[in-house]
């Protein structure tokens, strides 16, 4: 039996719910669909900057109960933002933004995790890509413990084009890298800040290294390889917070 609550599918139903701007996290369409309607779909998620995958019948069929006619939209429990806008109404309301990037972070839990965090220390938002990121699904919304209805999300195309934009509007970007010399606590954090983790397999791509502005490494004595990516962004969001509050 499907769990049919956070889906819709039908070729019709699908591709209405996409027109009208309901928010939707990914759609899978059904492997080997061709023609007219194909076509249609994969426009109109360009368009709207939602996520298609292409998977097996039998991975559409565990997910509905019902008639899926090739096609099945997951809604989001959750409003995406883009930063473009964000960005602008954080300045304005006088306050110096705190986000945090996440590049690869798929686990759900470890995606509430640092959601609940984020919005406890005073982040503003956390900034993912469209491809290759968590959903803002009942698990994750479970794992933030609500902060995922409390702090914005921004799905953007290109977290390249993203991580140009917030260097462009006067934000430092600091990427963790266990390769990195300087400690996180030897940074300043008082100013414009955004956090750029990655998954805990990969860790950040070179290319989003590379466009930072500084890296930083959170020291370890033990033998443990690395922290978990949502322990690491506690750490990370509390030295920022400890700073900006610390009289100078």
Not at 10 to 24: D, K, L
Not at 189 to 207: D, I, K, M, Q, Y
Request: hydrophobic fraction near 40%; include cysteine.
């Amino acid at each position: 039996m499907g769990n049919d609550t956070s889906c819709i599918y039908g070729r019709h139903p699908v591709t209405e719910a996409i027109r009208s701007g309901q928010t939707i996290d990914k759609v899978l369409l059904q492997q080997g669909t061709r023609g007219e309607f194909e076509k249609e779909i994969r426009h109109l998620c360009k368009a709207a900057g939602i996520p298609m995958q292409v998977v097996p019948r039998e991975k559409l069929s565990q997910l509905v109960s019902g008639n899926h006619q090739g096609v099945i939209a997951l809604v989001s429990l959750g409003t995406y933002y883009a930063l473009e806008d964000l960005l602008p109404n954080i300045f304005e309301r006088s306050q110096t933004p705190l986000l945090v990037l996440l590049d690869g972070v798929t686990d759900v839990r470890n995606f509430g995790a640092i959601a609940r965090t984020a919005e406890c220390m005073g982040a503003q938002a956390l900034v993912v890509p469209q491809k290759g990121s968590a959903l803002i699904n009942a698990d994750a919304m479970k794992a933030s413990a609500g902060a995922l209805s409390k702090i914005p999300v921004c799905r953007e195309r290109s977290l390249s084009k993203a991580v140009e934009l917030l260097q462009q509007s006067g934000v430092r970007v600091y990427a963790s890298d266990l390769q990195a010399e300087q400690c996180v606590f030897e940074l300043d954090f008082r100013h414009p800040t955004a956090f750029l983790l990655g998954s805990e397999g990969a860790g950040v791509s070179p290319a989003l290294l590379r466009q930072a502005d500084a890296r930083f490494i959170i020291p370890q004595s033990g033998e443990t390889d690395s922290l978990n990516v949502s322990v690491a962004a506690g750490m990370m969001l509390y030295e920022a917070i400890k700073q900006r509050l610390t009289k100078q």
